[in-house]
């Protein structure tokens, strides 16, 4: 069984996938999966003028800081009186970062160096079963 995510981790998966539509990471699933979380934590919050406010600022302005410093505070306190609504959103969370690992596990990242001595990091996504760059080969498993 896998630990519990803490608030400041859901709030961020929430904020990412919902606010940020994913940051790359996640499928339309994913996103929807996001976008349910943050409902769910604002919905909370409904009539909490403090942290309505928190949550509108994190999301206008697509802050991280707003949200570590003013959101997860208050969502570590609903999480601590609410166990219900503490184990619902840590299994929405862990939903979508079982996503997040999941798909991780298909990305590559190449580091190529030119005959100008020059690198490129190349970040992307094997889609074929086998894989040619320059003279080295690889075999998706």
């Known amino acids: 069984?896998?630990?519990?995510?803490?608030?400041?981790?859901?709030?961020?998966?929430?904020?990412?996938?919902?606010?940020?539509?994913?940051?790359?990471k996640l499928t339309e699933a994913g996103i929807n999966q996001a976008k349910l979380l943050w409902e769910k934590i604002v919905a909370k919050f409904k009539g909490n003028s403090i942290a309505e406010e928190a949550l509108a600022d994190a999301a206008e302005q697509q802050?991280?800081?707003?949200?570590?410093?003013?959101?997860?505070?208050?969502?570590k306190v609903a999480m601590r009186k609410d166990p219900e609504f503490a184990r619902e959103i840590q299994n929405i969370a862990q939903q979508i970062n079982q996503e997040i690992?999941?798909?991780?596990?298909?990305?590559?990242?190449?580091?190529?160096?030119?005959?100008?001595?020059?690198?490129?990091?190349?970040?992307?996504?094997?889609?074929?079963q086998t894989l040619n760059l320059g003279d080295t080969y690889y075999e998706k498993k």
């Open 101 to 128: 690992q999941e798909g991780s596990e298909d990305n590559i990242h190449v580091t190529a160096t030119s005959r100008d001595q020059s690198k490129q990091n190349v970040i992307g996504k094997a889609e074929a």
């Open 63 to 75: 802050s991280p800081e707003i949200l570590q410093e003013e959101v997860v505070p208050l969502l």
């Open 1 to 24: 069984m896998t630990e519990p995510l803490t608030a400041a981790a859901i709030a961020l998966l929430a904020f990412e996938g919902a606010i940020k539509a994913g940051a790359g």
